[in-house]
């Protein structure tokens, strides 16, 4: 019997997830084994396609094309602008402003760690760093441009002409450069060690026993592990949780399975304590919110994914979850805001 | 022949003492007195209010609210949209982008050596910088913020709180100390050395020939140290220029005597390279167009200043004196991205 694509990703995911919540499971009360320090450690490397391997002229290029709000048809709105690295890559709305200052359906979702992620948008409409990036430029709602005049501007601007030759020399200006510059960057955009990391490594004050009654409900009783799992704490699957008032169908636009209708992106909750709100609607101001939604089992059960149920938390036990999601956020990488070639 | 030790030092000294008189005497040749040095070297501190002496954490509270989109009544316009220090600390646009993305009437001038001027805004409608910072933010085409919500807004980030406490004390949190904070985080936002400044110290090689005959014109038969004068090549007054198309009543509306009607405050030409498009209107997009228009004497004759007449320069001439204005642009100051106090 042939498998569809669809059913043997979900079953892919499931059995990784499984053997994540027993690697998980043994290691209860014993501390931390070296399967659950592996289970959560991060990749030596996050993955780069072969014909755009990491060079810092790509990535100088990347920074440059990211904070330049040059790159929309309005001059006024750069990548940056949304993705805020002051605020987590993130906007801290509900969701996303875009061209003429409108209101967008969906949350601004961060840069970080994006590098880790098999599918990008809330809806996993992009497989690569490099498609993403070039979408939000085109949207007519979002940054408004138009490609053709984006490649002559930036043709024109002699200080990003010498920048394209150092980092993809033959390849020149070009939608498909520029996608890749600035996937070159993001790439950069990683968490940094947070203590719920010096836990892992055996510093046992690193979290306090609030966050560590939080890990094990995170991984027990709360099952969050079950979606929220590896180093960057997602499955990068797409479920629907039942929220209320969310008449966006989600991953289903994409692929168009009942199980899609209102599914979207498990997010990585590294930093997360810097992102609210939260879910793909913004719908959530606090973290609390988040782990109460949960605990009663979504709002809505239509098309609920099977593993929302309620979870019978105790209002401490909701508190502890949320103390090990903060332990999740590390301090803040520090970026310098580059300075942008001019036409003089 | 050998030398004794003490001959061979004495030589030493006589030619390095002979390069030394050939070395000034050129340098003074190129026409650098003392008095000249004098005029254009930075103060040793820009003048700051009693009531507001630096601190770091004042000029680290200012740079936060600086870098904060939550400052507008949309989140979505920081002062660094439009004074982005990516840019020249302006926004590289014709004239500013406000609240709805409105195109507004006037360009965005640089917040770089504000902390040295001694008028706000391009009509001076502000004496000081505290008193400055507070008015985009509350213009309904700009920020469009009402203080009273930001005020509250701010007081329940428990990061702000703590910030503004560092800072100011019982003063606490009001649009008085907002307008402070950004202030004094503003004069910290300073130009650094240029190659004219190096060639100024003795560094004959910092500036090249065109760049000296430049400055020469400048001074001399473009006359444009008559208003571009000191250190911040700037008189702090407001002249009309003759500029076409603009019914901008500029600096008028402040004081209804004739000579101001169409008068704009004279800007820095500190790091000039870098805040294209000029002009208080943005009607030139090249240094080679605004000497250009000085050269022919601006274009409208009504309430023209009395400075303003044909210069007579050749075409190499007003060659010379943009790259004079080149080598006011030094290295901009390398700035990180400030991380904001967040809810959660």
Redesign the interface.
């Known amino acids: 019997m042939r498998m569809s694509t669809n059913i043997r990703e979900r079953l892919i995911f499931s059995i990784a997830g499984l053997m994540l919540v027993v690697f998980c499971g043994s290691a209860f009360a014993a501390g931390v084994s070296k399967e659950m320090r592996a289970a959560f450690t991060r990749p030596a490397k996050a993955p780069e396609p072969a014909d755009n391997k990491s060079t810092p002229a790509r990535v100088a290029l990347g920074k440059a094309l990211f ?4 790159l929309s048809g ?3 709105i750069s990548c940056g ?1 949304c993705h ?5 890559w993130s ?3 509900k969701t996303a ?1 875009g ?3 409108q209101v967008l359906g969906r949350a601004t979702p961060t840069v970080l760690n994006t590098a880790y992620q098999r599918f990008q948008f809330w809806d996993g409409r992009a497989r690569t760093l490099e498609e993403q990036a070039v979408g939000p430029i085109q949207a007519a709602g979002e940054m408004n441009q138009n490609m053709d005049e984006l490649v002559a501007e930036l043709k024109a601007i002699p200080g990003y002409v010498s920048m394209f030759d150092k980092a993809y020399g033959k390849e020149g200006i070009s939608e498909k450069t520029i996608g890749k510059a600035i996937a070159a960057f993001e790439r950069t955009v990683v968490s940094s060690e947070a203590p719920f990391d010096r836990w892992l490594k055996g510093d046992k004050k690193a979290m306090n026993q609030s966050a560590q009654r939080g890990f094990d409900l995170f991984r027990g009783k709360a099952n969050c592990v079950s979606c929220h799992q590896g180093f960057n704490f997602t499955d990068d699957g797409f479920h629907n949780l039942g929220l209320k008032g969310s008449e966006d169908e989600g991953r289903f636009a994409i692929k168009a399975i009942k199980s899609m209708k209102g599914a979207f992106k498990t997010p990585t909750l590294r930093d997360v ?2 992102t ?1 709100p939260y879910m793909h609607n913004g719908t959530y ?3 609390e919110e988040v782990v109460e939604h949960y605990n009663r089992g979504g709002d809505v059960t239509e098309n609920l994914d099977p593993n929302m149920r309620k979870l019978g938390l105790t209002k401490q036990e909701v508190k502890d979850v949320v103390e090990f999601m ?1 332990a999740l956020t590390g301090k ?1 990488v ?7 070639p ?3």
Do not use: C, W, Y
């Open positions: 904070f330049d709000p040059r309005s001059n006024f602008t805020n690295p002051a605020l987590g906007d801290g709305q402003i061209h003429g200052m304590a810097l609210a101001a606090t973290l903060r803040p520090s970026i310098t805001v580059p300075h942008l001019t036409v003089n």
